[in-house]
């Protein structure tokens, strides 16, 4: 049986940078099997971190560099943890922000413009997957392996008062999207 082939391309944002989610790494396979699925159907991918461009053969040895620390802040005995969390939600927050974050998907460094089709993993803090949808007019899926607070607090990470904050604010970016993919019925 012939497989129809579609014409396109899709970015498949993920809203961190190479270095990072280092523990992780099946989240950086998943979005190089996605890519990988997108093209055996005709379409061309590009996945796009927070700090280059790649293609799903270079993903699969992310993260790059597992000498760079997560968040840059280590546990200290002088430090409570809650306010630990809330330092690396701050300064996640704050490298989320960044105005030249994908800079170069706007920049002749990509070969493809004019998405078809945005797919952004889904993080505390998510990417620019909504901004581009908009930009291009096109439709935005939302992969979520967990919704990042609930995951977190069921192992034990305490949020006393911005955690609820946090979770309105995942489920605002969620709704933005055309289509969530959930890794399972659960989530």
Sequence with gaps: MKTEKFK???WFIMPRSSSDWKGAEALWI???????AAEELGLESLIATTDRMADYHEVRNYPLSSV???MGIKRSKFLPLVLITAIKDF????????????KFLDSSESDLTNPTLIWEHHDLFPGIGTELANKYG???IKYVHAPQVWEAKKWGVNRPVWG???EKSEVRNLNRADL???VS???
Excluded: D, H, M
């Design 68 to 70: 760079t620390k997560p």
């Design 185 to 187: 019925a659960q989530v």
């Design 91 to 102: 300064l996640q927050f704050k490298r989320s922000k960044k105005s030249n974050n994908y």
């Design 138 to 140: 096109i439709p935005l």
């Design 164 to 166: 609820k904050l946090l």
């Design 8 to 10: 396109g391309n899709i």
């Design 30 to 36: 998943t979005v190089a099997g996605w890519a990988s």
């Design 180 to 182: 969530v993919a959930c």
